[in-house]
């Protein structure tokens, strides 16, 4: 069954380092999404991108965060100037179709900002 | 966006036993959506309920869209151990606004 692939499984960095986290999407879906989940707290949405552009962020997604389609089958997340309350489980998601589709998610990458 | 609560956040059941937990919308949902997330993994699709006062079951597990489409649940009859994780409710839209979820733990 395809998958949604995330690397690197865990990342550390300085805090004020940039760093960029990896996805590959399953290939025949157009709908990807960037979620985030803190130690023992809920999912919480991020970003959901279409068509090569934005088409939902939450709150959470300041000018600090920005997402991209490098080639045809990369999807990534930036943190620029990454902050201790970034620490989290980050996990990348597509769909086939937008909206009321089932979300697909990748194992997710462990940040951990020092 | 859409608000999902869910109650309780903690389950603890004893093996053999049934449970439910319970999701509220503050709002009219076009459908819900629930996943399942094992202890150190990440959400899976479970189910999704459109239709006003739907019921659908996978075996042992039995979810319900309210007629009003503002609330649904999960319930799960003789828990097994393989029922451990957390249990999130979440109303699409381009998004995935998920609920607190119930954490369900077994004893065996």
């Known amino acids: 069954e395809p998958e949604v692939t995330q690397t690197p499984s865990h990342q550390v960095t300085q805090m004020g380092q940039e760093v960029i986290l990896r996805c590959v999407p399953i290939?025949?879906?157009?709908?990807f999404y960037w979620y985030r989940q803190i130690l023992g707290q809920k999912v919480e949405f991020l970003v959901s991108?279409?068509?090569?552009?934005?088409?939902?962020k939450s709150e959470i997604f300041d000018d600090q965060f920005s997402v991209e389609r490098p080639d045809g089958s990369n999807f990534t997340l930036k943190i620029r100037s990454t902050k201790l309350e970034d620490s989290a489980m980050y996990f990348c998601?597509?769909?086939?179709?937008?909206?009321?589709?089932?979300?697909?998610f990748g194992d997710g990458t462990r940040l951990s900002i020092l | 966006g859409q608000q999902v609560m869910q109650i309780p956040q903690y389950q603890h059941v004893q093996e053999g036993e049934d449970f439910t937990t319970y999701c509220n919308s503050s709002t009219t949902l076009s459908n819900i959506q629930w996943y399942k997330q094992r202890p150190g993994g990440h959400p899976v699709f479970l189910i999704q309920?459109?239709?006003?006062?739907e019921v659908k079951k996978q075996k042992r597990l039995t979810f319900q869209f309210g007629e009003a489409k503002k609330n649904s649940s999960l319930h799960i009859t003789a828990t097994q151990t393989t029922d451990v994780g957390t249990y999130f409710c979440?109303?699409?839209?381009?998004?995935?606004?998920f609920g607190a979820g119930t954490t369900v733990t077994v004893r065996a």
């Open positions: 979440a109303a699409p839209d381009y998004k995935l606004s």
């Open positions: 998601a597509s769909s086939e179709g937008g909206g009321n589709q089932p979300q697909h």
């Open positions: 991108f279409y068509n090569n552009e934005i088409s939902e």
């Open positions: 290939s025949n879906h157009l709908y």
């Open positions: 309920l459109v239709k006003s006062g």
